[in-house]
Antibody
Framework: QVQLQESGPGLVKPSQTLSLTCTVS??????????WNWIRQPPGKGLEWIGY???????YYNPSLRSRLTISLDTSKNQFSLKLSSVTAADTAVYYC?????????????WGQGPLVTVSS | DIVMTQSPDSLAVSLGERATINCKSS????????????LAWYQQKPGQPPKLLIY???TRESGVPDRFSGSGSGTDFTLTISSLQAEDVAIYYC??????????FGQGTKLEI
């Protein structure tokens, strides 16, 4: 059974960089045709796709966040990470990591529990 | 970007009755080369991540009860729960994955008893 677990600070100051890591267990992050995504949900609101990194390390970002975003892969630790720079209160959200593994880059079959990350001074 | 619009925003249905949620996309999500609609449905319960229920518009994910079904093609889609159970109380989201980036979600439909 694949499991994903996010880790990182729950509070980030405005203008700083939000950093989160997703640890994958029960499967390899290098498995062919799997894509590793970040999705966020502001409190009480809907879902916004942030971006993904593929099993081979290629990335694809939401254009609205591209200038501030980096997603990277660490195959030795079976982890992938998110860095979002120059954050504001609008970036306050629950941040989910999710796997796309059903033959499409954006079909999310496994999700982490998602920590709330608050941007506040 | 493709905009997904769900209706209604909230819905109250009696136990054992049918629940129907609609989803409309701003452009077709049907890909003629593989004859598939790039449309999925997710269920989100309070304090939990979304759970994949239906993909390719009508394919039920493994382990999802058969009271859940998806239908539609092109721009208009429906999620139907044939006989509502108490555990089905949740927010339901449709998602298009035809045009990325970005994939996009509907605003959600809150289903209550």
């Amino acid at each position: 059974q694949v499991q994903l677990q996010e880790s990182g600070p729950g509070l980030v100051k405005p203008s700083q960089t939000l950093s989160l890591t997703c640890t994958v267990s029960g499967g390899s992050i290098s498995d062919y045709d799997h894509y590793w995504n970040w999705i966020r949900q502001p409190p009480g609101k809907g879902l916004e796709w942030i971006g993904y990194i593929s099993y081979s390390g290629s990335t694809y970002y939401n254009p609205s966040l591209r200038s501030r975003l980096t997603i990277s892969l660490d195959t030795s630790k079976n982890q992938f990470s998110l860095k979002l720079s120059s954050v504001t209160a609008a970036d306050t959200a629950v941040y989910y990591c999710a796997r796309a593994g059903k033959g499409d880059r954006s079909l999310f079959d496994y999700w982490g529990q998602g920590p709330l990350v608050t941007v506040s001074s | 970007d493709i905009v997904m619009t769900q209706s209604p925003d909230s819905l109250a249905v009696s136990l054992g009755e049918r629940a129907t949620i609609n989803c409309k996309s701003s452009q077709s999500v049907f890909y003629s080369s593989d004859n598939k609609n790039y449309l999925a449905w997710y269920q989100q319960k309070p304090g939990q991540p979304p759970k994949l229920l239906i993909y390719w518009a009508s394919t039920r994910e493994s382990g999802v009860p058969d009271r859940f079904s998806g239908s539609g093609s092109g721009t208009d889609f429906t999620l139907t729960i044939s006989s509502l159970q108490a555990e089905d109380v949740a927010i339901y989201y449709c998602q298009q994955y035809y045009s990325i980036p970005p994939c996009s979600f509907g605003q959600g439909t809150k289903l209550e008893i």
